[in-house]
């Protein structure tokens, strides 16, 4: 599949389901003792964080309840147009909850700290961000960022919910794209 766009592997399908799987041991560590109002609300960034979103919720050793919202800032450009739009909002009242921002990457971090701002705004218990990978830019800025994957290096990668202009979001595994992809 989309052979010869991938110009190498950086992440294996094992490798990610390790991760996952530890990602949600820590986090079902710490949030067990949390007294809640409910269970704990698992918000996944829509669409690049919805294979991550799947994964960690079932890997999570206790309930959660599963929102999505949907916010873009890249449109098919391969860097930040610095404009996040929201797409489309929570339906559900996050007040009083503990709430876990799933994301697949933090680039910019624009993405980011504009939720985490919105988000905060709705009065949560608690609001934290996981995310699967994380770029070196991203720890320039001011986001608080309790559990990353794998900090990886400033390359364009695609796959596991990660696209260019909307493709290479279903490959299992994470990849580089040869350069030839976006540069023509
Ligand atoms: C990508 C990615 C993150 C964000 C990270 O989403 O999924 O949400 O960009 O970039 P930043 O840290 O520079 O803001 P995108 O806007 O491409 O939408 P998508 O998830 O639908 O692909
Ligand atoms: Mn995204
Ligand atoms: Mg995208």
Redesign the pocket.
Same mark, same amino acid.
């Given at each position: 599949m989309y052979e010869g766009d991938i110009a190498s592997v950086l992440l294996t399908e094992q490798q990610i389901s390790d991760k996952v799987a530890e990602l949600a041991k820590q986090v079902g560590e710490d949030y067990q003792t949390k007294a809640s109002a409910g269970d704990l609300v698992l918000v996944g960034?829509?669409?690049? !964080?919805v294979m991550f979103m799947t994964d960690f919720a079932r890997a999570l050793p206790m309930p959660a309840q599963l929102e999505f919202m !949907?916010?873009?800032?890249?449109g098919s450009s391969t860097s930040?147009s610095g404009v996040?739009r929201i797409l489309k909002d929570l339906d559900r009242d996050i007040a009083g909850r503990d709430v876990l921002i799933l994301?697949?990457?933090? +680039?910019?971090?624009?993405?980011?700290s504009w939720l985490l701002r919105n988000l905060a705004g709705r009065q949560p218990a608690s609001l934290e961000v996981c995310t699967l990978l994380r770029k070196p830019? !991203?720890s320039k800025i001011d986001v608080p960022v309790r559990y990353v994957g794998f900090d990886i290096p400033d390359e364009f990668v695609v796959g596991y919910?990660? +696209?260019y202009a909307e493709r290479y979001r279903d490959l299992p595994y994470i990849g580089t794209l040869q350069p030839t992809v976006y540069s023509s």
């Open positions: 960034v829509l669409k690049g !964080a !949907a916010v873009t800032s890249y930040s996040v994301e697949d990457i933090i +680039d910019s971090g624009l993405t980011l830019e !991203a919910g990660l +696209d």
